[in-house]
Nanobody, 126 residues
Framework: QVQLVESGGGLVQAGGSLRLSCAASGRTFSYYDMGWFRQAPGKEREFVAT????????DYADSVKGRFTISRDNAKNTVYLQMNSLKPEDTAAYYC???????????????????WGQGTQVTVSS
């Protein structure tokens, strides 16, 4: 059973930065794509970023490109999301997720991920 635990959320002023972490249990972390999603109140969960197993390829939603950076440390079973130049519209609960399967292709759909953390709240004040 895979367990994912996010941390690092909080309240920050617009223009500030936060670094989210997601620690994963199990021995298969390094085999799978990892992703970050977010969900604001009244809105659907949306893709934020994803990273391939070796960390050599990343993809981002257009809304966060140039501001957010996803990375991973396979030795620590941890994936990170560095968020800079935060905006009020970035306010949401942020979730990390592990892909359902291995293989090529960029996984941006929530249905391509099978394991989810409990979420960490990010609030950006104006």
């Amino acid at each position: 059973q895979v367990q994912l635990v996010e941390s690092g959320g909080g309240l920050v002023q617009a223009g500030g930065s936060l670094r989210l972490s997601c620690a994963a249990s199990g021995r298969t972390f390094s085999y799978y794509d990892m992703g970050w999603f977010r969900q604001a109140p009244g809105k659907e969960r949306e893709f934020v970023a994803t990273v391939k197993p070796r960390g050599d390829r990343t993809d981002y939603a257009d809304s966060v490109k140039g501001r957010f950076t996803i990375s991973r440390d396979n030795a620590k079973n941890t994936v990170y999301l560095q968020m800079n130049s935060l905006k009020p519209e970035d306010t949401a609960a942020y979730y990390c997720a592990r892909a359902l399967s291995t293989g090529w292709g960029t996984k941006v759909g929530a249905n391509e991920y099978g394991y989810w953390g409990q979420g960490t709240q990010v609030t950006v004040s104006s």
